[in-house]
């Protein structure tokens, strides 16, 4: 991709310091944008940024729980006005956060986590990036829904199903909200990608559900990084200047659903 596809554009990625997030800030960065990540993990978000910046990629960070609302409009307005603005907003940051699979072993806290940094945590995140999108006349807004939210997942439980779920009406929603702002709202919905979190629950599965998982791909085999992070930046890019409100599964044809 041309270095300078995302010249003059400024990322806000949540969960930017993740195994997705990361690798997101990374590709993006490489590609002309400047990066602000918003992660409660300090230490992962000091090494990424001193990684990005010695590449040459203005980036900057901020430890922010996207549960507070109040703490998540504060830090976009600081790395508004540190990076000149707002274009694009990936929220990463999610997943069924270490909770249980099955229902028996769920608390009630386990539930109110994955719905809260989930649901409530892209909420808060995208109303505090859209004023900053209308001053600069539009932007594009990228959620993470998941194949579990989209089908029973044998990896994870019901409150993430219900968290991803909700995550694709928030986006539709949204979307209808924001169109005359020129601002466009997009899920991605990934199937399995074996970031260090998901490598350690995939390994935890029996032999016989890893080898059903696989069997379920058409296309045979576990994707790259990659496969997840050009999606997300094709959303992100103008290339999908008329997709506001949709889906993309990233899957393999795990699922195929409209
Ligand atoms: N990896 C996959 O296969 C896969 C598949 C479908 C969907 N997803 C979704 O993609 C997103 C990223 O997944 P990943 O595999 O990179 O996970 P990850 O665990 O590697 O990264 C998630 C990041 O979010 C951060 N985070 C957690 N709670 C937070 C909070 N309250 N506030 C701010 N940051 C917080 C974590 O510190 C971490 O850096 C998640 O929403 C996940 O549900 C992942």
């Known amino acids: 991709m041309a270095k300078n596809r995302f010249t003059g554009k400024v990322f806000v990625i949540t969960g930017g310091a993740g195994g997705l997030g990361a690798a997101i800030a990374q590709e993006a960065g490489l590609q002309g944008g400047a990066i602000a990540i918003l992660d409660t993990n300090s230490d992962a978000i000091d090494s990424l940024l001193i990684n ?13 729980d996207v549960r507070d609302g ?16 707002i274009d694009i907003l990936i929220t990463a940051a999610g997943g069924s956060l270490g909770t249980p699979r099955d229902m028996d072993d769920i608390s009630d806290e386990d539930l109110g986590l994955v719905l809260d940094v989930n649901v409530k945590g892209t909420y808060y995140c995208a109303r505090a990036v859209i004023p900053h999108m209308k001053k600069k006349g539009g932007g594009s807004i990228i959620t993470f829904s998941s194949i579990g939210g989209r089908s029973a997942s044998p990896v994870t439980g019901v409150p993430y199903a219900t968290a991803k779920a909700a995550i694709l009406g928030l986006t539709r929603r949204l979307a209808k909200e924001v169109g005359l ?13 074996l970031t260090d979190r998901l490598a350690e629950m995939f390994g935890s599965l029996s032999e016989i559900e890893q080898n059903e998982v696989i069997a379920g791909i058409p296309l045979g085999r576990m994707p790259e990084i990659r496969e997840c992070i050009d999606p997300v930046l094709f959303l992100a890019s103008q290339e999908s200047s008329y997709i506001t409100g949709a889906v993309l599964d990233v899957n393999g044809g795990r699922l195929m659903s409209n």
Do not use: H, M, Y
């Open 52 to 64: 990005l910046r010695s590449r040459g990629i203005k980036a900057e960070g901020r430890a922010v």
């Open 70 to 85: 109040n703490a998540v409009t504060q830090a976009i307005g600081e790395l508004s006005d540190a990076l000149s603005g």
């Open 181 to 193: 702002d020129n601002i466009r709202v997009n899920a991605i919905a990934p199937g399995l990608f």
